[in-house]
């Protein structure tokens, strides 16, 4: 399986999350909207992407066997929203580099357990000696970009 394609996709649609951070901390301060209505925003404009894209792709927004969904599974949008406001309290007291590395750095820790344990369906991956050694440089690499910012204030 050629994973490059993919690579390029997970590449770009990362580069999605600080224009969407930039876009709106531009909103919140041009409208004088709080960090949390921003968010709603955000999201509205989300569904009703979503909702276009669902027509054109699969015909509907309903999924054959919907039904068939647990609670938690509808839990994603509530959690989004968490994820989306806690970027846009940090970014403006840490900046928008340092706050998407640590945001990165959270979900790779989560996503480690996540896989390890096989929570929600997912594959069984061991953690292994070379995940924690990426993730440790990482790490660091974030410890260093938080001393810097520390530095030149």
């Known amino acids: 399986m050629k994973i490059w394609p993919y690579v390029l996709i997970s590449l770009l649609g990362g580069a999605i999350v600080p224009l969407q951070l930039a876009i ?3 909103f919140r301060q041009s409208t ?9 925003y955000l999201y509205a404009g989300g569904a009703l992407a979503s909702l276009v894209l669902s027509y054109i792709i699969s015909g509907g927004i309903r999924p ?5 969904a647990s609670w938690w ?5 509530f959690l989004g929203s968490f994820y989306i406001l806690f ?9 928008a580099g340092n706050t998407l590395l640590w945001v990165f750095l959270g979900q790779m820790y989560f996503a480690l357990i996540l896989s390890q344990t096989g929570l929600f369906g997912l ?4 953690i292994n000696l ?3 050694a990426g993730l440790a440089l990482v790490t660091l690499g974030g410890l260093v970009m938080i ?3 520390t530095k030149s204030s």
């Open 73 to 77: 599974m509808w839990t994603p949008g």
């Open 24 to 26: 709106v901390n531009a």
């Open 147 to 149: 001393y810097g910012e």
């Open 130 to 132: 070379y995940k924690i």
């Open 87 to 95: 970027m846009f309290i940090a970014a403006p007291k840490i900046g």
């Open 123 to 126: 594959s069984p991956k061991p």
């Open 32 to 40: 004088e909207a709080s960090q949390i209505q921003s968010t709603f």
């Open 64 to 68: 054959p066997l919907m039904g068939q």
